[in-house]
């Protein structure tokens, strides 16, 4: 188990922004790609933004494009997921997931191990 810990959510009024972190432990962070997910209420876990385990190849969903980055720091085993002009659609549970290699794939399915989640709330 990769225990992964997500932190930085919280309630914003739309149009704010919220930069969340995903802490892993253990040695081999640099060797995967790491992804954020987020679930609504009452809907299917979605795929956000996904990132190469060196940083250098990003996927981000269409629907947060221009507005959510990904970005990681492989000395602090930290991903980050930056965002700006927040929606009340962005709001859901946000979760960090660990791919099971390099590549960042939008599938859930190229994922491991996952966070526990942190709420993000937007009000209009």
């Known amino acids: 188990q990769v225990p992964l810990a997500e932190s930085g959510g919280g309630s914003v009024q739309a149009g704010g922004s919220l930069r969340l972190s995903c802490a892993a432990s253990?040695?081999?962070?640099?060797?995967?790609?790491m992804g954020w997910f987020r679930q609504a209420p009452g809907k299917e876990r979605e795929f956000v933004a996904a990132?190469?385990?060196?940083?250098?190849?990003?996927r981000v969903a269409d629907s947060v494009k221009g507005r959510f980055t990904i970005s990681r720091d492989n000395a602090e085993d930290t991903v980050y997921l930056q965002m700006i002009n927040l929606k009340p659609e962005d709001t859901a549970v946000y979760y960090c997931?660990?791919?099971?290699?390099?590549?960042?794939?939008?599938?859930?399915?190229?994922?491991?191990?996952w966070g526990q989640g942190t709420q993000v709330t937007v009000s209009s």
């Open positions: 997931a660990r791919g099971r290699g390099p590549d960042a794939f939008m599938s859930s399915w190229s994922y491991e191990y």
């Open positions: 253990g040695s081999t962070f640099s060797y995967y790609a």
């Open positions: 990132i190469s385990n060196s940083g250098d190849r990003e």
